[in-house]
């Protein structure tokens, strides 16, 4: 590797991304971790949204925690299967609202194909269910 390839020399800071040293206030960080106590949030999702490490919000939560202090653990399961629940139900929701729409689909489809056959006087449903489309022509069921 030549000096120029050294790790130590890529690793200077990039000029287009310069590091902004910031600080954040007591009265923040309580409230964060509150958000975190009472499961409106997580860890994760502060460090990402606020780009602090979660190192950080660790040592917010090991600070300015209620729970931490009493010697509680915070239950993190009840959290995700709640999301679960509102996730499932959401698509529970969409999928109706789909079924519905392609139920009227039919309905209009369906009454569309009655009134042109009372305007054209034919039959256009088919009654006879040996009957088959083959892409030629109307065929009987089973024509071995």
Same mark, same amino acid.
């Given at each position: 590797? %030549?000096?120029?390839?050294?790790?130590v020399?890529?690793?200077?800071?990039?000029?287009?991304?310069?590091?902004? &040293?910031?600080?954040?206030?007591?009265?923040?960080?309580?409230?964060?971790?509150?958000?975190i106590?009472?499961?409106?949030?997580?860890?994760?999702?502060v460090?990402?949204?606020?780009?602090?490490?979660r %190192?950080?919000?660790?040592?917010w939560?090991?600070?300015?925690?209620? @729970?931490? =202090?009493?010697?509680l653990?915070?239950?993190?399961?009840?959290?995700?299967?709640?999301?679960?629940?509102?996730?499932?139900?959401?698509?529970?929701?969409t999928?109706?609202r789909?079924? *519905?729409?392609k139920? @009227?689909?039919?309905?209009?489809?369906?009454? @569309?194909?009655? &009134?042109?056959?009372?305007?054209? +006087?034919?039959?256009?449903? +088919? =009654?006879?269910?040996?009957?088959?489309?083959? *892409?030629?022509?109307?065929?009987?069921k089973n024509?071995?």
């Amino acid at each position: 590797m %030549t000096k120029a390839q050294s790790p130590v020399q890529q690793h200077v800071e990039d000029p287009r991304h310069p590091r902004v &040293l910031r600080y954040f206030s007591a009265a923040f960080k309580q409230k964060k971790v509150e958000e975190i106590d009472n499961n409106l949030t997580s860890i994760a999702d502060v460090s990402k949204t606020y780009q602090v490490s979660r %190192t950080s919000v660790h040592k917010w939560v090991n600070q300015y925690s209620r @729970l931490r =202090k009493k010697g509680l653990r915070q239950v993190v399961e009840a959290k995700s299967d709640t999301l679960k629940i509102q996730s499932l139900q959401e698509q529970v929701h969409t999928l109706e609202r789909i079924v *519905g729409q392609k139920q @009227l689909q039919i309905d209009f489809l369906d009454k @569309l194909i009655d &009134l042109t056959a009372q305007k054209y +006087k034919i039959d256009i449903k +088919k =009654k006879d269910a040996s009957l088959r489309w083959n *892409g030629f022509g109307v065929t009987a069921k089973n024509t071995r």
